[in-house]
């Protein structure tokens, strides 16, 4: 037999990497081209409004990132998102309970979702786009029918809309008022990263991604694994439920659908491979902050709403295929 | 020596296939004990319900004299049973160090992976094992070579006492085949129980002990390798007794040149590469691993882009930009990895033999003809004598060997005037092999231009009218076939690198 030439090509940098350092250098070109267009981009308080609405979308895009890296994918990220909102209106404005209930109710909720996504992919063998689909649709009904179809308010838990908009870190430093949303963003970043890289869960998450059969054949609970990540992934959701609900000081039942795209947008952009087995939060961020500085850039040269959708679409396929360009180019 | 495993009176079924019946195996500590039998005689699946990956539907499995039930991968393990499988089961994206311990990584008192430690302990295996590989390296970077250490360190990792090899060596090169046989007799030498699969006869005998066979799921009996020869194993595999045909070179000497190669090159696989084909002749292409015969053949086939060089097809010339320019010259090639580029694997076994032909059994209003994809599918079947249930079986559920009978039947049914097979035998039971053979003879007899790329020097020589030998990427000369030409020369011309000194100097 003979070699194979991509395994015997040692390459300078890890393609993973490279991926990023791509997705970080169009990042860059973008803030220098809209700040460029247009004097008011640079300005700290249009800044700190792109980080703040990237939030919801960051911590949406992370819990996609690792249903993805297994290999699956899951649609019901959006809708799952509001109906922990509405989880958290029902426990704190129907039932008066005090705020750390609710959240953590949002986020017990958001947890129990995904286990049952995760059960009906791993133990139950659907395949996780129908899955998800499923459960998509099914928590945008139940959000309707527990919210009586309106919003729900938040107006008798006056700290509830700090989580999102308050700043921990404007308080000691005032120069920086960073909002909490952004602070739980890159701090839920990392503790994903961590877990992604040093943790047994998530060895067995890029693992399964890479050969599930193979982790199988190694006597590995794959199944149970499997059901942990996704359980993880909706517990995420939860947070970005929290987020959004506190923002808009409300739960708004008729969100969410669209906002599983955008996520997995952002998971795209940032290099994860959708056939599973690589990918990395940071490169989700980036993605995540791409199309975030992308909305507001065009917003501010005010580019019709309509085109902004246009442009958002061509950029993502315009990502996906520069990547495959570069990889296809390395080997 | 001690006993170790005795299965007796197994049974098992599949949809479709009764797989194993009244199976029997013992296995003593410190033996090599080689399994064969044919393509489909169940070797394989017998050897998964030892590790646990399939259960026996009745049948007796005993480990150290005791009864066991060995109910999943991590039973196995636990009584000391490592599997290599005949298709690699590699996860890779992860490194070497994380593909050998992936379920039971190292960890720190915290719980947090300690992939120093980690790292080390693949090292400290792989040190044992006197291989040098890189544990921090991703694992899809690897040769085939290497990825089979990594499965052979990870089966040791568990301490087995007891080490199934599913055709170790089916896609290893002699000298890597020379390094896994040195790893098995050191493992030997401390008492290790190795159960060994494969289909080359002569590894067989410099290898093992004892000889078990298997035939159509039955056990039919167990000798000693040092004592038997190879015909009476052979005989008791297939059933009867095979004749060795050797080849009659025809003289070819004004039959029109069907392909002819000029200076091509691609890389640092393909450098100036010369050579014509002429209708009805067996060009052989032989070589060490990397020598680029496979590159000269994907390059030929347009799958790999040619940087320099003429391909003239029936004399002129041909602009091959890819597989589907090749397909339309006439050209057909079977590839060596049948998992990657030559299968669907979750299609059955009739759409396969039918994918590069589907033009010819549709009508214009793109309707498939699906009884006379059938007949043709049903006659493959039998010629070839593939062991499916049907036609209609998904060819991922076929054993290794017959998989690659369907991608044989496939390249004969599209009826190229070229045929490009890269190790066509690889993975398939002697008598298969004997029986494919004959078909490349009357193939080239019919007027057809073959290609064949094989390391199996022995398969070359018995096949080729003509004999291409590679060394680093370049055409080191053409040999006569047949007796006139010692599998001595061939090595001679196969590692005969002056040039590419010169190449690398440049
Ligand atoms: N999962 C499965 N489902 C259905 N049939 C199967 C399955 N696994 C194996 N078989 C069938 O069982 C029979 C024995 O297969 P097995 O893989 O054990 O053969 P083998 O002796 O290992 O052959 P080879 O030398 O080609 O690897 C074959 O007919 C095969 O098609
Ligand atoms: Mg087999």
Redesign the interface.
């Known amino acids: 037999m003979t070699a194979t030439p991509v395994a015997a090509k040692p390459r300078a940098i890890a393609s993973g990497a490279q991926q990023k350092l791509l997705a970080f250098a169009s990042l860059i070109a973008l803030l220098v081209f809209f700040s460029l267009a247009s004097p008011n981009f640079l300005q700290t308080a249009n800044i700190l409004a792109i980080l703040q609405a990237t939030s919801v979308n960051g911590v949406l895009a992370i819990a996609a990132t690792l249903v993805i890296i297994t290999g699956g994918i899951d649609l019901s990220v959006g809708t799952l998102m509001t109906f922990t909102a509405v989880i958290a209106g029902v426990v704190l404005t129907f039932w008066g309970l005090p705020m750390p209930l609710g959240v953590i109710a949002a986020i017990a909720a958001g947890t129990a979702c995904g286990f049952i996504s995760g059960s009906l992919v791993a133990r139950m063998k659907i395949p996780p786009f129908i899955a998800t689909l499923g459960m998509m649709l099914i928590l945008k009904g139940l959000s309707l029918v527990i919210s009586g179809t309106k919003p729900i308010y938040f107006n008798d838990t006056p700290s509830f809309p700090l989580i999102s908009t308050g700043s921990l870190i404007g308080s000691i430093f005032p120069a920086v008022p960073v909002p909490n949303g952004v602070l739980i963003l890159f701090l839920l970043a990392l503790a994903i990263s961590w877990m992604l890289n040093r943790t047994t869960l998530g060895r067995y998450c890029f693992a399964l991604g890479s050969n599930e059969e193979a982790v199988r054949l190694s006597g590995v609970n794959a199944d149970g694994w499997k059901v942990a990540i996704y359980a993880l992934a909706g517990g995420i959701c939860g947070i970005a439920g929290l987020l959004i609900a506190s923002r808009l000081n409300s739960a708004q039942p008729a969100l969410g659908q669209g906002y599983e795209l955008d996520a997995i947008a952002a998971v795209v952009i940032g290099g994860t491979s959708l056939a599973g087995g690589r990918g990395s939060i940071l490169g989700t961020i980036i993605g995540a902050l791409i199309m975030g500085v992308l909305l507001n850039g065009l917003r501010i040269m005010s580019v019709a709403q309509e085109w902004q959708t246009v442009v958002t679409g061509a950029i993502i396929i315009f990502a996906v295929y520069a990547d495959m360009l570069r990889r296809r180019r390395a080997g | 020596m001690t006993e170790v495993i005795r299965m007796s009176a197994i049974e098992k079924h599949f949809p479709g296939v009764h797989a194993l019946r009244n199976a029997q195996f013992d296995l003593k500590a410190g033996e090599v004990h080689a399994l064969m039998g044919e393509n489909g005689a169940g070797k394989s699946t017998l050897m998964k319900i030892l590790a646990?990956?399939y259960s026996a539907d009745s049948g007796s499995v005993q480990v150290n004299g005791s009864e066991v039930r060995i109910n999943?991968?991590?039973a196995?393990?636990d009584l000391g049973i490592g599997i290599i499988?005949q298709e690699l089961?590699?996860?890779?994206?992860?490194t070497v160090a994380?593909n050998i311990f992936?379920?039971r990584?190292p960890?720190n008192r915290w719980?947090?992976?300690d992939?120093a430690q980690l790292n080390r302990d693949a090292e400290a295996i792989f040190a044992a094992m006197k291989v040098p590989l890189d544990p921090t390296a991703?694992v899809?970077?690897?040769?085939?070579a290497?990825q089979q250490m990594v499965e052979i360190a990870?089966a040791l990792s568990f301490r087995s006492r007891i080490l199934i090899m599913d055709e170790p060596t089916a896609?290893?090169?002699e000298t890597e085949t020379e390094e896994l046989f040195a790893i098995i007799r050191r493992l030997k030498s401390e008492g290790v129980a190795i159960v060994y699969i494969s289909h080359k006869m002569n590894e067989i005998r410099r290898i093992s002990d004892r000889v078990t066979i298997m035939r159509d799921g039955a056990y039919v009996g167990t000798v000693t390798a040092e004592d038997t020869p190879i015909e009476t194993i052979i005989s008791m595999m297939v059933g009867r007794e095979l004749e060795q045909t050797s080849i009659a070179i025809p003289d070819l000497g004004d039959a029109p040149v069907a392909l002819e190669v000029r200076g091509l090159s691609a890389?640092r696989?393909v450098r100036d590469v010369s050579f014509t084909l002429r209708r009805g002749e067996i060009l052989g292409f032989a070589g060490l691993?990397?020598?680029?015969?496979?590159?000269v053949a994907r390059v030929i086939f347009g799958a790999d882009p040619r940087e320099g060089g003429e391909i003239l097809v029936h004399g002129s010339a041909r602009t091959i930009r890819n597989p589907r320019d090749a397909v339309g010259a006439g050209i057909g090639y079977l590839s060596?990895?049948r998992k990657q580029f030559g299968l669907a694997l979750g299609i059955d076994v009739r759409g396969n033999i039918a994918l590069t032909s589907l033009d010819r059994f549709s009508d214009r209003f793109l309707r498939v003809n699906e009884a006379g994809l059938a007949k043709v599918a049903t006659s493959y079947i039998a010629s070839l004598a593939i062991r499916t249930p049907s036609d209609q079986q998904e060819v991922r559920l076929l054993s290794g060997g017959n998989q690659q009978k369907v991608v044989i039947a496939k390249w004969l049914l599209r009826d190229c005037d070229i045929l490009i097979f890269d190790?066509p035998t690889?993975g398939i039971d002697v008598g298969a092999k004997a029986e494919i053979y004959r078909l490349l003879q009357s193939l080239a007899e019919a007027g057809k231009a073959i290609i064949v790329i094989s390391?199996e020097l022995p398969e070359v020589l018995r096949l080729s009218h003509r004999i291409a030998v590679m060394c680093e990427g370049r055409l080191t000369g053409i040999l006569p076939g047949g007796p006139a030409t010692s599998q001595h020369e061939i090595m001679r011309l196969a590692t005969r690198r002056d040039h590419a000194a010169e190449g690398a100097s440049a």
């Not at chain 2, 899809?140 to 085939?144: E, F, G, N």
């Open positions: 646990g990956i999943g991968p991590r196995a393990q499988h089961a590699l996860m890779p994206d992860l994380q992936i379920g990584e960890r719980g947090v992976l992939e991703e899809r970077r690897l040769t085939i290497k990870k896609a290893l090169n890389g696989m691993m990397g020598a680029g015969r496979t590159e060596e990895d190790e690889r390391s």
